[in-house]
């Protein structure tokens, strides 16, 4: 089996990883549920899928490449909010909208290598740009925006969730 083969099958399965948990994580802050297993586990798989899909070979700045470092700005800004900021004040909706957008992304990029890979898929949407994988697209967008609005309206981190504190007024 070759490295690249190795490599492409960890980063998809990390991948997977993170979607399963961010689905956990953004259920859990729409809830104003305890999050904090939902969240180590999402942010740490989405760090591996970004490191791992920057391992693989390219030549020159493609689409995949420019996503990869918004979420890499993104992560870093949602990890600071959520470990550094502790949730307070302005750093709550910081967090809500990362995660939201980390799902995004992700999610976004499952369902665009799906279309490519999958052949049943992939005879819907051969282009890429046709209805299907438009409309899946579009779906997901909206799903997202309800879910980061409601996450940030719903979740208030209270004391006795760990590594939170009360949002400043």
Avoid: D
């Amino acid at each position: 089996m070759s490295a690249i083969l190795v490599l492409t099958l960890f980063h998809v399965l990390v991948s997977l990883v993170a979607i399963v948990a961010g689905a956990g994580l953004i259920r859990r802050l729409i809830a104003n549920g305890r999050e904090r297993i939902f969240a180590q586990w999402f942010l740490v798989t989405m760090a591996i899928t970004l490191v791992t899909g920057f391992l693989f070979p390219f030549n020159g700045i493609t689409p995949a490449i420019n996503v990869g470092v918004l979420c890499t700005i993104i992560l870093l800004v949602t990890l600071y909010a959520r470990y550094r900021a502790k949730l307070a004040g302005f750093w709550r909706p910081v967090y809500v909208a990362g995660v939201t957008l980390l799902m995004f992304f992700n999610t976004l990029v499952l369902i665009i290598q799906s279309f490519q890979k999958i052949g049943p898929l992939h005879a819907l949407a051969p282009l890429g740009n046709e209805p299907a994988i438009l409309a899946c697209q579009v779906i997901l967008l909206l799903a997202s925006l309800a879910a980061g609005i409601l996450g940030v309206l719903r979740f208030r981190p209270s004391l006795s969730v760990p590594g939170a504190s009360l949002p400043s007024a």
